[in-house]
């Protein structure tokens, strides 16, 4: 599972990379780490309104519920949609799927490696730090608020050089690709090649003080060290 993001883009950068406007700018504030544990909001571009950052509640929840955030989490976990074990008898992700697809907005995301029976962390990023937007679905509540979850799939050998334990990745699309995904004329199912052979990117890691499981601080400070070596000890 992927509970963890970043997004350090300045609000100018991100409009200009996907020549888009935050809807709400002064709301705006870049984050090192995004806790989706916690109630956490992402910024994502959505079919309804490509042309605007939205804000919404990372972890998807049905359109007519009425209980509060936690309370949904902790029956179920919805931060990630696994796009190899969806279940389209599933009404929460299959209509979304096909209505209300979503782009979420990132610099980065967190995987984990093991050495010596523990667990080390490491932070997964483009070049210069450039945001980037990884697949997801949303829904509208009926406060008028949103809730999203990125999509993953198995990994294949575009992350054979990164440490990573768990054998999936968020879903992440170049520019061409982003344009499908958030495109009307396509169902869910017209899509399913795009997710498959989607165009790679070039992703680059560094690792991060292994108190990153235990102490939400540490996170400010991302080792910029190429060597696992240095951060073992």
């Known amino acids: 599972m992927f509970y963890r ?93 096909d209505n209300r697809r979503c782009l979420i907005i990132t610099t980065g995301f967190f995987t984990s490696a093991l050495h010596h029976g523990k667990m080390y962390p490491f932070h997964v990023y483009l070049k210069n730090h450039r945001p980037f937007c990884i697949a997801g679905v949303y829904n509208r509540l009926s406060d008028g608020f949103l809730t999203c979850s990125i999509l993953i799939k198995k990994t294949t050998n575009e992350l054979d050089e990164i440490p990573n334990l768990l054998s999936y990745k968020p879903v992440i699309f170049d520019e061409e690709n982003s344009h499908f995904w958030l495109n009307r004329k396509f169902n869910f199912d017209s899509l399913r090649e795009l997710i498959v052979s989607h165009q790679k990117l070039r992703y680059e890691s560094h690792p991060v003080s292994k108190e990153f499981y235990n102490n939400d601080k540490f996170f400010d400070k991302i080792i910029k060290s190429e060597a696992f070596d240095d951060f073992i000890d």
């Open 5 to 97: 993001l970043s997004n350090t883009a300045q609000r100018e950068d991100i409009e200009k990379e996907f020549d888009v406007k935050f809807e709400f700018p002064k709301l705006y504030k870049p984050a090192t780490v995004i806790n989706g544990l916690e109630e956490s909001t992402l910024s994502i571009i959505t079919m309804d309104n490509p042309q605007k950052v939205s804000y919404a509640i990372w972890g998807l929840l049905p359109q007519t519920l009425e209980e509060n955030w936690d309370v949904f989490q902790k029956l179920t976990n919805t931060l990630n949609i696994n796009f190899e074990g969806l279940n389209f008898d599933d009404n929460l992700y299959s209509d979304a799927l």
